[in-house]
């Protein structure tokens, strides 16, 4: 399967960091991602959502900088920026698609992003007639 330009969701992160059970596979495609197999983006939302998620956990602010240069160190991976537009017609969304506002604003990232797909775990994203889900 030819994967297009992709939007990557703070749970495939999460996944990774939390040791889950598709964290092998999550870690895979982070790989293609940094090997140019995979043209990928990430919104700056989906940055401070793991932020939050890992100290609210506790974990440590030099484990959480390890995360932040880890993003910054792969090379496939582009930022992109939410702006206030972004937020207003995340809101849009959420009544469009019944979505909260993490999913929402992620959707409206992939679509100002320019991509066509969302690397999530989430299946919300699967009613979504804009962009395709894949799952890892």
């Known amino acids: 399967m030819k994967l297009g330009k992709m939007l990557v969701d703070a ?9 889950q059970k598709k964290s092998e596979a999550c870690k895979d495609i982070l790989r293609k991602i940094e090997a140019g197999e995979i043209r990928a983006f ?19 602010l030099q484990k959480v900088k390890i995360f932040l240069e880890s993003l910054r160190n792969i090379k496939g991976l582009r930022w992109y ?47 979504i007639k804009e962009v395709k889900r894949i799952s890892p």
């Open 11 to 19: 749970n495939i992160f999460l996944e990774i960091l939390l040791g």
């Open 42 to 60: 990430v919104s700056s939302f989906t940055i401070d959502t793991v932020i939050l998620s890992m100290t609210r956990n506790k974990v440590s």
């Open 81 to 127: 920026n939410i702006n206030f537009q972004d937020r207003l017609i995340a809101l849009e969304h959420m009544k469009k698609y019944n979505l909260d506002y993490e999913d929402a604003i992620t959707l409206q990232s992939a679509i100002s992003s320019s991509c066509k797909e969302i690397l999530s775990l989430d299946k919300h994203f699967d009613k």
